[in-house]
T-cell receptor
Framework: GAVVSQHPSWVICKSGTSVKIECRSL??????MFWYRQFPKQSLMLMAT?????????EQGVEKDKFLINHASLTLSTLTVTSAHPEDSSFYIC???????????FGEGSRLTVL | DQQVKQNSPSLSVQEGRISILNCDYT??????FLWYKKYPAEGPTFLIS?????DKNEDGRFTVFLNKSAKHLSLHIVPSQPGDSAVYFC????????????FGSGTRLQVQP
């Protein structure tokens, strides 16, 4: 089946630094990718919708200057957490919609811990 | 405002018995519903889905029922197996707009051997 790969799968960083998470569709093209965040024992909350070649659409309450999203190609979207703080520690998951089939596939997730 | 709700945070069943996970939604624009299984520190894995034009969809041990008038859906797993132990998320989307998924808060299923 189609695969979506996230990298890194886990990262620990110091407060104030920036962290970039990549989301790649490995065997299909994705015009749309979604970024979710999950806090422990809570639901997956949609952060933003990323469209190839255009600006991301952010959900209410998500700071676009803090969570920079770039979708430069049909197979890659990146989420950069800028000036990370401990409260940004979370599990970040991307999903990608196949351009051809419309199916949605999820990445394995990236756990961010900010010290 | 939670548009998709899973009111049972956890469920424990015996191996071989039926597991029933419930989900309620409030947004009448939702017309496609999905169930995902998730292990800690992994992405969700798609299990089964149902369109609003149907009231039942079956795939092996998994059956999803949709009651549109009650805005309620349920996932039945029978027979339950220890390997089914995981967190199950209900998700819904509208077929218009961005078609992003809205997730429930999840139900942790524990199947006892």
């Amino acid at each position: 089946g189609a695969v979506v790969s996230q990298h890194p799968s886990w990262v620990i960083c110091k407060s104030g630094t920036s962290v970039k998470i990549e989301c790649r569709s490995l065997d299909f093209q994705a015009t749309t990718m979604f970024w979710y965040r999950q806090f422990p024992k809570q639901s997956l909350m949609l952060m933003a919708t990323s469209n190839e070649g255009s600006k991301a659409t952010y959900e209410q309450g998500v700071e676009k200057d803090k969570f920079l999203i770039n979708h430069a190609s049909l197979t890659l979207s990146t989420l950069t957490v800028t000036s990370a703080h401990p409260e940004d520690s979370s599990f970040y998951i991307c999903s990608a919609r196949s351009q051809s089939s419309g199916e949605l596939f999820f990445g394995e997730g990236s756990r961010l811990t900010v010290l | 405002d939670q548009q998709v709700k899973q009111n049972s945070p956890s469920l424990s069943v015996q191996e071989g018995r039926i597991s029933i996970l419930n989900c309620d939604y409030t947004n009448s624009m939702f017309d496609y519903f999905l169930w995902y299984k998730k292990y800690p520190a992994e992405g969700p894995t798609f299990l089964i889905s149902i369109s609003s034009i149907k009231d039942k969809n079956e795939d092996g041990r998994f059956t999803v029922f949709l009651n549109k008038s009650a805005k309620h859906l349920s996932l039945h797993i029978v027979p339950s197996q220890p390997g089914d132990s995981a967190v199950y998320f209900c998700a819904a989307r509208s077929d218009t707009g961005r078609r992003a998924l809205t997730f429930g808060s999840g139900t942790r299923l524990q199947v006892q051997p």
